[in-house]
């Protein structure tokens, strides 16, 4: 069975400094990988995916993630936070092409102080 | 291109009551997906279709809960009774074809069961 973990259920930085959520995950096959923001009453907006290409992935709104296979992890990243990045974050993962819907994290709530 | 839509928004009801939700996916989207978002933690599944065939629908508590999806286009998850511990967001999904195609989410029902 698939799982994620999220370590961090709320992180808090300061505008303009590194974002880093972190996300572990186990799999029995290799995984596909990705992460969600979530706004305020609003649906789950895809940030990037991993699909077993690079392993080093960019997505919208300057972040990225990269896969580490021997860590079975799948951080999420951006260098310079932006007032606009406060939202909830979720890493989920399916196995693979088994053709199985997402398994997701419990979310971290991202909070950026001004 | 219109998003995933969903009605309604919000719904509140007493315990034992009937409720339905409603979810029109992104047209030309053959898989359809219906998640279950507890406050503080990540959607869960309850059921897929691939065009109108319910394809995972293991997580569904068929006691109480009910989906259908005819014609393969737009669907409705009924709850009936309602239990206190049915409050939740209710979000709707969809996607070209399963594998490592994009799910796209509606803005989800927001469940308050008294």
């Known amino acids: 069975a698939q799982s994620v973990t999220q370590l961090g259920s709320h992180v808090s930085v300061s505008e303009g400094a590194l974002v880093l959520l972190r996300c572990n995950y186990s799999?029995?096959?290799?995984?596909?990988l990705f992460w969600y923001v979530q706004y305020p009453n609003q649906g789950l907006q895809l940030l990037l995916k991993y699909t077993s290409a690079a392993t080093l992935v960019k997505g919208i709104n300057g972040f990225e993630a990269e896969f580490k296979k021997s860590e079975t992890s799948f951080h999420l990243t951006k260098p310079s936070a932006h007032m606009s990045d406060a939202a909830e974050y979720f890493c989920?993962?399916?196995?693979?092409?088994?053709?199985?819907?997402?398994?997701f994290g419990s979310g971290t709530r991202l909070q950026v102080q001004p | 291109e219109a998003g995933v839509v969903q009605s309604p928004r919000y719904k509140i009801i007493e315990k034992k009551q009937p409720v339905a939700f409603w979810c029109n996916p992104i047209?030309?989207?053959?898989?359809l997906y219906w998640y279950r978002q507890n406050l503080g933690q990540g959607p869960e599944l309850l059921i897929r279709?691939?065009?109108?065939?319910?394809?995972?629908d293991s997580q569904l508590p068929k006691d109480r809960f009910s989906a259908e999806r005819l014609k393969g286009v737009d669907s409705t998850l009924k709850i009936q009774p309602a239990e206190l511990g049915d409050s939740a967001v209710y979000l709707c999904?969809?996607?070209?074809?399963?594998?490592?195609?994009?799910?796209?989410f509606g803005p989800g029902t927001r469940l308050t069961v008294l």
């Open positions: 047209s030309g989207h053959n898989t």
């Open positions: 279709y691939e065009n109108e065939e319910a394809v995972d």
């Open positions: 989920a993962v399916s196995e693979g092409t088994g053709r199985r819907a997402l398994t």
């Open positions: 999904a969809s996607s070209f074809n399963f594998d490592t195609d994009t799910q796209y």
């Open positions: 799999s029995s096959v290799p995984p596909y």
